[in-house]
């Protein structure tokens, strides 16, 4: 949604405000599509004695899975962002100063940035997830498979029966 800013240029202290639903469906990250929920996106457009204001946020729901079980993972995500709007062309964007490309602004252009600073690399399903085994790929949360003991060296295990035999004598 484009908001045309001719006309709020020319209204001192005026605020037009913005809210939409938008797709981010192809937006690719980490070689995924992780936006697959709606995008909210409200908040308002204002003109404080000559400067052009966005104030607004965003949020959806992140679709990934768990960085060590791969679970499917649904993460709520949002952002605030409150941005000087600058027609300079020679202004350089900064934390808090959107730079214009016309006469208009789409709030998305300047609020999916913020969103996408709030994305971690990675997700875990919970902070000890034990992730699956690297040998049966078995979901060690939910099953205890037996490779551990069966990967054991068996110069080593040769060792444990010298030293279980020494036990003996
Ligand atoms: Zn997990
Ligand atoms: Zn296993």
Redesign the pocket.
């Known amino acids: 949604m484009k908001i045309e800013l001719k006309k709020l240029n020319a209204l001192q202290h005026a605020v037009l405000p913005f809210s939409e639903v938008i797709d981010l469906k192809d937006e690719k990250m980490y070689g995924r599509n992780p936006f697959q929920s709606p995008v909210y996106v409200e908040g308002e457009v204002s003109n404080e004695s000559g400067v052009l204001r966005l104030k607004g946020s965003i949020r959806t729901v992140y679709s990934t899975e768990c960085a060590r079980c791969l679970k499917p993972l649904d993460i709520p995500l949002e952002a605030e962002a409150d941005m000087i709007l600058s027609d300079d062309p020679e202004a350089e964007e900064e934390d808090d100063l959107f730079v214009l490309t016309g006469d208009s602004v789409d709030p998305a252009d300047v609020l999916v940035p913020a969103l996408i600073l709030q994305v971690q690399m990675t997700y875990l399903c919970k902070e000890d997830c034990k992730g699956l ?6 979901d ?1 949360n939910v099953t205890e ?4 003991s069966r990967q054991i060296d068996p110069r080593f295990a040769a060792l444990r029966a010298l030293l279980d035999n020494d036990k003996g004598n």
């Open positions: 085994c690297p040998h049966c790929g078995a060690r498979c037996d490779c551990e």
